[in-house]
DNA sequence: TCTGGGGTCCTAGGACCC
DNA sequence: TCTGGGGTCCTAGGACCC
């Protein structure tokens, strides 16, 4: 038995834990240049504002109805779901973090006792822990555990816990449960299975097994075993350590200067290092890209991107720094009006096992670089302990690129800082 | 005027090996 | 006109997730 639970409107409900004038409230988060909707409260959406909306496009319905719009704030969300995620590991033996407002918990050890009394229990202490508002579904799969943990978001009647136990429990449920609703079915699978007189997920449940391999392949194949009861999909207790680290950016305005994206895309490699660093890996390639906005019809399209092979693996901000300006001269074009840029890091190997991958060449591996090291855990440790950009690189600008954030909240879970300007 | 960011897995096809 | 069998690795593209 997996238990999935779910923040209900985890961004929102973030915001209104320290705000109770937000109570009743319609509140919204935007993107991180303010520029679309991304999380809404339920009053938010009885209005009729939809999920990933451009703010700018609602902004009369935002102020005829006094909704509280807020930018994102990923340090208070982050700490937050650290919160919720602590209390949900004290309530089941195992738990997988799935994502930053879900969790799946083992319950096959409370097969014997009343589950819905348990699901309330959890609501309840999560409630009561974090000020956060969760549903709770129970199910014998993972994909039938997130049907169940929809009903009890989507009908009030359940109080927020749904089990799915017997197979007349599941009947139903499947019934009730259309094709696009289902964990893995995205839009163009809806489509083509709607195409085809697909419409539930008990259609999907029992469609020719041959015909659903052969179309939505291994992973829908999967995903109907897990409809039909048998679970496919297990716990997975400690997250792997991640293939691919990208960070990017939509600028708050147009850059057209060299240097600004220059200072832009030294910033987000270093930002790229630090979070290898903190993952205790290395990486071997290394993408960068810079692009204009895809919507701005008067201006001249550009996508310029280039990848290459680091000498060796690191995690060193300085030198993954230097490779990636020495790439941005290679895809910038003079008089284009880049609205964004990323770097990303791939080929990443676990720091632990750098000394099997040595190039063959790089002849000062053989005696790494000390002093650079040190100077990266030293600036690690500063900016750990006074917060973000303490100490940086000297090329790391935040220059005029710099994402809007007009709307953000305290921090009120990590600095004191915060804390004393709302008190004043 | 204003439109997010960060990931994963799978498949097919090409280049290459013996 | 005919031209094996069995592999690996890499990349691009397409689907999905939150």
New binding site residues.
């Given amino acids: 038995m997996f238990a999935l639970v779910d923040c209900n409107n985890f961004y929102a409900s973030c915001e209104r834990v320290f705000n109770p004038a937000l109570h009743l409230r319609p509140v919204v988060v935007l ?3 303010d ?2 909707i ?1 999380a809404r409260s339920e009053e938010a959406k009885a209005l009729g504002i939809q999920m ?1 909306m ?3 496009k609602c ?1 009369p319905l935002l102020k005829q109805h006094d909704v509280a719009v807020f930018s994102s704030n990923y340090a208070l969300y982050g700490d937050m779901s650290s919160r919720v995620m602590m209390t949900l590991a004290s309530l089941a033996p195992e738990i997988e973090v ?5 969790a799946f918990l083992d319950m096959t050890s409370f097969a014997r006792f009343d589950l819905t009394k348990y699901g309330r229990l959890i609501r309840r202490t999560v409630r009561q822990h974090t000020g956060i508002p969760v549903c709770v579904g129970m199910a014998p799969t993972k994909t039938l555990a ?1 049907i169940a943990n929809r009903l009890a978001k989507k009908n009030p009647h359940y109080q927020g816990v749904c089990v799915l136990a017997t197979a007349e429990e599941i009947r139903t449920a499947l019934e009730r449960t259309k094709v696009e609703d ?9 489509k083509l299975l709607q195409a085809n007189r697909i419409e539930s997920a008990a259609d999907l449940a029992a469609a020719p097994a041959a015909w659903v391999k052969k179309h939505l ?3 829908g194949a999967r995903i109907q075993v897990e409809l039909q009861g048998t679970s496919c999909l297990t716990m997975e207790l400690v997250r ?1 350590a ?9 600028f708050g ?2 850059v057209t200067l060299h240097e600004e994206l220059q200072q832009a895309v030294a910033t987000f490699a270093a ?1 790229c290092a630090v ?1 290898l660093r903190k993952e205790n890996s290395l990486a071997s390639l290394l993408t960068v890209f810079i692009a204009t ?1 895809p ?2 019809e008067s201006c001249k399209r550009y996508w310029g991107t280039r ?1 290459a092979s680091l000498p060796s693996p690191t995690s060193d901000s300085m030198t993954i720094l230097r490779a990636a300006q020495t790439m941005l001269e290679g895809i910038f074009r003079a008089g284009m009006s880049y ?2 840029a ?1 770097v ?1 890091v791939s080929g990443i190997v676990p720091k632990e096992a750098r000394s099997t991958t040595l190039s063959l060449f790089a002849e000062e591996e053989l005696l790494p670089n000390e002093r650079d090291k040190k100077i990266m855990q030293v600036m690690d440790a500063i900016n750990q302990r006074y917060g973000r950009g303490a100490v940086r690189l000297a090329a790391e600008n935040p220059g005029s690129w710099k ?1 809007q954030q007009e709307r953000l909240s305290a921090r009120y879970t990590t600095r004191w800082d915060d804390i004393i300007e709302v008190k004043g």
């Fill in positions: 993107s991180n240049n520029g679309c991304i990933g451009p703010e700018f902004r799935y994502s930053i407002d879900e997130k289902i964990w893995g079915i995205g839009r163009q699978w809806s392949h291994l992973v792997p991640k293939q691919s680290i990208c960070t990017s950016r939509s305005r147009s930002r979070k906005s919507f701005d990848t609205k964004k990323g990303l994402p």
